[in-house]
């Protein structure tokens, strides 16, 4: 694991995450377990990335912002089976998002400080609005933006914003890269 702090990326129970190729994780950020980012994935300052009981995959040129919290539903009596987080690729997720338990489809932006619940699914391109709440078991269909607590579907994206989806990724693999270059003072 080149460049990446040995603190920040930690085995639990005898899984240690798994990276793709050029992967950053920012060395104050933290993915624990069975966690998987695939290539291009960069996770920024002070975000969360818990796979402790149940996985998590991430997948290629998805950006995890700072101050975010990616976690799991656990199974239990209340929840057999429960819910492991899945995240497509091109996915922007913003500063202080929360994603639990949820799959996010491919081109996805997830606005700033948004909640995305257990058991939600965010089909493919979709905008959801910063501060956007989405409830439990809710499914956003692909095409739309959502907003507001709970998310509701406000309009149709715009064919400049669909096109922002790979642009946005894209601008963030590259900064990445810039960050990869500069390699880690630990």
């Not at 702090?5 to 950020?29: C, H, I, M």
């Not at 998805?62 to 089976?81: E, R």
């Not at 091109?90 to 257990?118: E, F, P, W, Y």
Request: glycine fraction near 10%; proline fraction near 4%; include cysteine.
């Amino acid at each position: 694991m080149a460049n990446i702090n040995k603190y920040s990326v930690r085995k639990y129970q005898n899984t240690t995450p798994k990276l793709g190729e050029r992967v950053f994780v920012d060395r104050s950020a933290v993915v624990i377990g069975d966690v998987e980012l695939a290539d291009d994935v960069s996770v920024w300052p002070l975000t969360v990335i818990r796979g402790d009981m149940h996985h998590i995959r991430i997948g290629a040129r998805t950006s995890v912002q700072d101050g975010s919290v990616l976690h799991i539903t656990h199974a239990s009596d209340f929840n057999p089976g429960g819910y492991p987080l899945i995240i497509g690729e091109d996915v922007t997720i913003g500063h202080q998002a929360m994603l639990h338990g949820c799959t996010i489809g491919n081109r996805v932006l997830v606005g700033m400080k948004s909640m995305i619940m257990d058991g939600a699914v965010v089909e493919d391109e979709v905008i959801i609005a910063a501060g956007a709440v989405v409830t439990p078991g809710k499914v956003l269909e692909s095409g739309y933006v959502y907003k507001g607590n709970p998310a509701k579907q406000a309009r149709p994206i715009s064919e400049k914003e669909r096109q922002f989806f790979t642009y946005s990724a894209g601008n963030y693999v590259r900064l990445k890269d810039k960050h990869l270059a500069e390699g880690f003072d630990l």
